[in-house]
Structure formats: C-alpha cells, structure tokens
C-alpha cells in the first residue's frame, strides 16, 4: 500500500491536491488533519462571518521602504532583506531608528473600523526576524528600539475596543535566528533547528498567554523542506494552541503530514480550519467550485506584490477601490473570506493612497455590507453581470457589469423562483420570468454609477408546477 501510494502522492498536482482517496484505501497518519469537513462551533461561524479582514505588514522592511545602497529594488519590500543580500547583523542595525513617532493604535482602530473590516491580521514577526512584541526569548525585539514600548499589546487594545477582531501572522522561518535551516541534512543541522523549533514554541506560547483575545494564528514561512521534514510539529503547534486558546482559528499554510504534504493531507483532506493559499489569486467561479466545500481565506496586495511598505508605487499597477471591492466580493461568493492588505509607513502613518482606499471602500460597506458580512455562496450558476452571495434564504446579486439588454439574466436552480427583486434602497425592480427557472431582473432607472446590489425574494418550493413542457424531441 505505502509504494501504491507514494506513487499516488507524489502523481498528486501541486500542494492543494485535494483529490480524496476513497476511504478504504486511505493510509493512516499520526501528523494529518485532525479533523475532517468543515468546523461549526461559534468561533469559527464568527470568523467566516467577519468575511472582510486587513492585514498590516510592519517591520524594520518600513524603514528603507524597498531601497538599499541607493539602489530602488522593484519585489516586494518586506524581502528586501533577501534582494538586498543585508547580513543579519547589518540589517538588524534598522532597529536603531525604529521609532514611529506617528504611530496611534486608535487613529489605526478607527480606520479600520471606517474601512468595515471585521479583523485584522497583524505580522507579529515576519521573516526579518524582529518582533512587534518585547519577546523575551530574542533581543530582535521593539524592546530593543528608540520606541521601547510594547506596539503588538497596543494595536491589540485599540482593535479590540473598536469591536475588531484580531489574528497573528506569524513567519516560521526567521532569517536572523542563526539556528534556522531550511533544510536538515546534517547531525548539526538537527541539533539546531530542534533549538529553533523550541525557540518558535516558547514565542507562540508567550503570544497566546500575552494577548488571549487573539482569535487566530495564520502561519507563513513554512514551505521549506526542514519543515516539510517536521510535519510532527506542525502537529503539535495546532494543538497546543487549541489547548492554550480553545476556539483559536489555524491557517492550513503551518501544516505538513508524515509525508511532508502541505495544506491538504496524504489522504486529501484539509489541515488546519481554512485554506490559505489563494494569496494575490482568486478561485474561478465555474471551473475551482471544489473550494465550496471547505473554509478558505484569500489575501491581496494592492499593488502588484508590495505587503511591506514601498517608496515607489508607480513600480506596479495599483489598483482602484473598484477593483479590490471585486475581489473581496468574489471571494464571499465562493464561501471565503477576503484580507486586504496594508503596509504602514516606518513612522506609524499610513500613505495616501492607503486611507483613501479604506474610506472608499468603507462607504460601500456602509451601503452594502449585508451582502458580503456572514454572506456565503449561493450555489447558483455565475453570471457575466457579477457575483451572488447568500445569507439564508435572502440571494444578492452584487453587479459589476452592466449589459446592453438591460436585463441581468438569472438562472435558478430546479425547484426555485424568484418571486421579487429590489435594490438594498428597497425601490423594486421588474422581474420577468422569461424560461423555465430563467429571470430577467432589470436595472434599476437610475445608473447607480457604482457597483450595486440587488437582493432576491425567492421561493423553494419542491414541486413547483412546471409550465415549461419540453417539446418531444
Ligand atoms: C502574505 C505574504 O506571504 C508570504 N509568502 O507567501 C507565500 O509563500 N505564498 C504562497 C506560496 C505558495 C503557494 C501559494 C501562496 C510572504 O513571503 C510575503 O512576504 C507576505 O507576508
């Protein structure tokens, strides 16, 4: 059985292979999911609720801003580090000017509170290896700056007293801890990186016991082979924070089986509660519905591919309001959640461009949230004018495209009706049924001039009488 299915596991595509083996020949595993389907318990209902998140990337990477020496590099900036070649040592001199003297967690709370995000994902460390909390287990830490004080508990309060919830990012690989490896090929190199793996145990620990109201930890720096080669850790870091914090959401990016799998067991099921690896790419709405069937969550950049923050922008496309409000949309309409991403300036201000973009699409949420917050996926066949999202029996069609024909065709399952159709405003709008579980709803009198949504009275019925007979062909 092993030959079979190693043979059957390494055929498997790339690390989201979900392809379920039929369960008779399922192998056993001591590191795979721990549980299998979707989790129900009210945490989890609440973090798909939230639906829309931000992520903050802040690190010593704000300082240069993507430039080094002079030279402006155009890949994202929180890897400057790496484009640079910076040794540890000299990179870690940043810390010497760490002082956002700017930085107002409130002013932060507010705006994200503006925004309509219901969390925020915040880099405790990322692969710079500097810490956004006094950790007591590195002196790579904001202890250790001109700014002295403890930022990570301060963003957690602020968040927090706005109603926001709030989750951890966390890089395992940590460039400047010297017992990292990204491989263990050598006696030493298993002596060390089981010191770095204690290491991340006692940081995760101190986080889950210094700020409890966390409400999930989202994993990154883990595709390298020492830790495919450690899948048992990974293991034991879910559960040990399930122990610390019961309800405490996990990314699926932090696990790897017996065999090194990531994200999606040997036996093809989910590890961890959500899918992470839909990160400046979206599901297609008609060929990747397999993601309907588990938690997922998507994350995206507004430029190109910047999280930290850059200097120059005009680098990549940067895209409108309009175009993340899409993305955040399509996303809801396939079950999953949307983090928008936020790379804060080194001095505790945000760019423009940044405060714009939440004020813009705050006013939308404002308008429309209800059919994205505890919104899900409707089951319904996409259509070119936009998306569907459903909570309950109520369906919204949110419109990006507008056609010619005036008419936004509606295509029902067997059995459903539309029995009316009005903007969110409640002014109605005609509904005529023109096939057999076809509709044509029509555009509101006035050209909204922004994207617009539409919600659905529908009746399902079973037994519904069908006057449509097919012709005997
Ligand atoms: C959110 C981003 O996450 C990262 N890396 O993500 C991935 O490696 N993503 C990935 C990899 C393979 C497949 C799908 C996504 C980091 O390197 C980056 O600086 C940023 O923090």
Same mark, same amino acid.
């Given at each position: 059985?092993?030959?079979?299915? /190693?043979?059957?596991?390494?055929? &498997?595509? &790339?690390?989201?292979?979900?392809?379920?083996?039929?369960?008779?020949?399922?192998?056993?595993?001591?590191?795979?999911?721990?549980?299998?389907?979707?989790?129900?318990?009210?945490?989890?209902?609440?973090?798909?609720?939230?639906?829309?998140?931000?992520?903050?990337?802040?690190?010593?990477?704000?300082?240069?801003?993507?430039?080094?020496?002079?030279?402006?590099?155009?890949?994202?900036?929180?890897?400057? %580090?790496?484009?640079?070649?910076?040794?540890?040592?000299?990179?870690?001199?940043?810390? %010497?000017?760490?002082?956002?003297?700017?930085?107002?967690?409130?002013?932060?709370?507010?705006?994200?509170?503006?925004?309509?995000?219901?969390? *925020?994902?915040?880099?405790?460390?990322?692969? @710079?290896?500097?810490?956004?909390?006094?950790?007591?287990?590195?002196?790579?830490?904001?202890?250790?700056?001109?700014?002295?004080?403890?930022?990570?508990?301060?963003?957690?309060?602020?968040?927090?007293?706005?109603? +926001?919830? $709030?989750?951890?990012?966390?890089?395992?690989?940590?460039?400047?801890?010297?017992?990292? #490896?990204?491989? *263990?090929?050598?006696?030493?190199?298993?002596?060390?990186?089981?010191?770095?793996?204690?290491?991340?145990?006692?940081?995760?620990?101190?986080?889950?016991?210094?700020?409890?109201? $966390?409400?999930?930890?989202?994993?990154?720096?883990?595709?390298?082979?020492? +830790?495919?080669?450690?899948?048992?850790?990974?293991?034991? $870091?879910?559960?040990?924070?399930?122990?610390?914090?019961?309800? *405490?959401?996990?990314?699926?990016?932090?696990?790897?089986?017996?065999?090194?799998?990531?994200?999606?067991? /040997?036996?093809?099921?989910?590890?961890?509660?959500?899918?992470?690896?839909?990160? #400046?790419?979206?599901?297609?709405?008609? !060929?990747?519905?397999?993601?309907? #069937?588990?938690?997922?969550?998507?994350?995206?950049?507004?430029?190109?591919?910047?999280?930290?923050?850059?200097?120059?922008?005009?680098? /990549?496309?940067?895209k409108t309001p309009v175009e993340v409000l899409e993305?955040?949309?399509?996303?809801?309409?396939?079950?999953?959640?949307?983090?928008?991403?936020?790379?804060?300036?080194?001095?505790?201000?945000?760019?423009?461009?940044?405060? @714009?973009?939440?004020?813009s +699409?705050?006013?939308?949420?404002?308008?429309?949230?209800?059919?994205?917050?505890?919104?899900? =996926?409707?089951?319904?066949?996409?259509?070119?004018?936009?998306? =569907?999202? #459903?909570?309950?029996?109520?369906?919204?069609?949110?419109?990006f495209?507008?056609?010619?024909? !005036?008419?936004?065709?509606?295509?029902?399952? !067997?059995?459903?009706? *539309?029995?009316?159709?009005?903007?969110?405003?409640?002014?109605?709008?005609?509904?005529?049924?023109?096939?057999?579980?076809?509709?044509?709803?029509?555009?509101?009198?006035?050209?909204?001039?922004e994207p617009?949504?539409?919600?659905?009275?529908?009746?399902?019925?079973?037994?519904?009488?069908? %006057?449509?007979?097919?012709?005997?062909?």
């Amino acid at each position: 059985t092993f030959i079979l299915f /190693s043979l059957l596991a390494a055929g &498997a595509s &790339a690390q989201h292979s979900h392809k379920l083996l039929p369960a008779e020949q399922e192998i056993p595993l001591n590191y795979g999911a721990d549980r299998l389907g979707k989790r129900y318990d009210a945490d989890m209902q609440k973090f798909r609720d939230n639906r829309l998140g931000a992520f903050i990337h802040w690190g010593l990477y704000a300082i240069p801003g993507g430039e080094w020496n002079g030279k402006v590099y155009p890949g994202a900036a929180e890897w400057l %580090k790496s484009w640079a070649k910076v040794p540890s040592g000299e990179w870690l001199e940043l810390m %010497k000017q760490w002082n956002p003297t700017k930085f107002d967690a409130r002013k932060w709370a507010k705006m994200a509170k503006e925004m309509g995000v219901r969390y *925020v994902k915040i880099t405790t460390k990322h692969h @710079e290896g500097f810490c956004l909390w006094p950790s007591k287990y590195t002196e790579n830490t904001v202890a250790n700056t001109p700014y002295k004080k403890d930022l990570l508990g301060e963003m957690v309060k602020a968040y927090n007293d706005e109603g +926001i919830d $709030v989750h951890f990012y966390f890089s395992v690989m940590d460039w400047s801890h010297p017992d990292w #490896r990204y491989d *263990v090929k050598t006696p030493e190199d298993s002596a060390a990186f089981s010191r770095f793996l204690t290491f991340t145990d006692n940081q995760l620990k101190e986080l889950a016991t210094l700020y409890p109201t $966390v409400k999930d930890f989202w994993f990154d720096g883990t595709w390298d082979a020492s +830790i495919k080669k450690n899948g048992w850790w990974t293991s034991h $870091v879910e559960r040990m924070l399930k122990e610390m914090l019961p309800g *405490v959401t996990i990314n699926s990016r932090l696990r790897a089986d017996d065999y090194g799998k990531r994200h999606f067991d /040997s036996n093809g099921h989910l590890m961890g509660d959500y899918e992470s690896g839909y990160e #400046r790419r979206l599901p297609d709405p008609v !060929k990747d519905l397999k993601v309907t #069937r588990w938690d997922w969550e998507a994350c995206m950049t507004v430029p190109e591919n910047q999280w930290g923050y850059h200097k120059d922008w005009s680098l /990549s496309y940067v895209k409108t309001p309009v175009e993340v409000l899409e993305r955040i949309v399509h996303a809801v309409s396939m079950g999953g959640n949307m983090v928008v991403n936020f790379g804060p300036q080194a001095d505790g201000d945000f760019r423009s461009e940044e405060k @714009e973009l939440a004020k813009s +699409i705050g006013a939308w949420m404002k308008k429309n949230g209800q059919c994205i917050y505890g919104c899900d =996926y409707a089951g319904w066949e996409k259509q070119p004018w936009g998306y =569907y999202t #459903r909570k309950g029996s109520d369906v919204y069609m949110v419109v990006f495209n507008c056609p010619y024909s !005036k008419h936004l065709t509606v295509k029902t399952p !067997k059995g459903t009706q *539309v029995v009316k159709a009005a903007l969110l405003n409640r002014k109605s709008v005609k509904v005529v049924e023109t096939a057999r579980n076809e509709y044509n709803v029509d555009m509101p009198a006035q050209e909204p001039g922004e994207p617009f949504v539409i919600k659905l009275q529908i009746k399902e019925a079973a037994g519904v009488v069908d %006057k449509y007979r097919d012709a005997l062909t």
